[in-house]
């Protein structure tokens, strides 16, 4: 347990109304919080009890500094990034769950169509504790998510919290390719075009347009509008969301 004390700033009424002197007080302000970092950064690095790297510190500073923001930011280093153009190329091996991170816990946004967590039943609001036994909670997204991935073929067992259960539900599913279809059409009542965008990966746009080409041809002057589906989609590129809007 380390307890560091910053120095107390001192009011000085004598730079009210000084735009310049109030701004060298920002920035002089910034590099005291800087210093302050620094000597947490040296205090942990010295005495903590446990040796810990200085790219680990870094990291997670980093990542407190971002998470304090909103749910939605946080620090990529080079073997997220790349999970991340992964996922938004449509294919990657998995179980097919869009998860986030609720209060320490793994929150299933969305299972993906025709995957191994849609087939099991896995739902939108569930909640994921353990995988093959192990407790998740407070574990970090990635971790998580890493965890879930692995070997095409491989069993994983998930535990289960479900509002309405009041068991925990114990699933075994098995890994597998998961190809995700971002965009889904059909025709109702022969006048009424159905699109479901399920995600925005970079395949987006283009099914899109594919989707909007197959019903004009199949309704042709019957077409009096679409339904555009954006239920559980749980995000994705903003280029490709934007082309959509477009």
């Not at 946004?109 to 995988?131: E, N």
């Not at 965890?147 to 067992?157: A, L, N």
């Amino acid at each position: 347990f380390l307890l560091v004390q910053p120095a107390m700033a001192q009011d000085d009424e004598r730079t009210a109304g000084a735009p310049q002197q109030t701004e060298v007080q920002s920035a002089s302000e910034t590099y005291r919080q800087l210093n302050l970092f620094g000597d947490v950064f040296e205090r942990v690095k010295s005495q903590y009890v446990d040796e810990v790297s200085d790219e680990t510190m870094i990291k997670n500073a980093i990542n407190g500094m971002l998470t304090s923001l909103d749910p939605h930011s946080a620090y990529l280093d080079e073997k997220d990034f790349a999970d991340m153009q992964v996922q938004t190329r449509g294919e990657f091996g998995g179980l097919g769950i869009e998860v986030t991170q609720e209060e320490g816990l793994i929150k299933v946004v969305s299972p993906i169509d025709d995957t191994p967590a849609f087939r099991a039943g896995v739902q939108a609001g569930d909640y994921i504790t353990h995988l093959d036994g192990e407790p998740i909670m407070g574990v970090p997204l990635n971790d998580a998510v890493e965890k879930m991935r692995g070997q095409v073929g491989t069993p994983i067992e998930l535990t289960i919290r479900r509002i309405d259960a009041t068991e925990p539900i114990k699933l075994t599913l098995t890994r597998d390719i998961i190809k995700i279809q971002s965009v889904k059409s059909d025709v109702f009542e022969d006048k009424i075009g159905y699109i479901r965008i399920t995600t925005f990966n970079q395949n987006t746009e283009s099914g899109l347009k594919k989707a909007v080409d197959d019903i004009t041809a199949q309704l042709g002057e019957k077409l009096v509008g679409y339904v555009v589906d954006l239920r559980n989609n749980p995000g994705g590129l903003l280029d490709q969301a934007i082309a959509v809007s477009d």
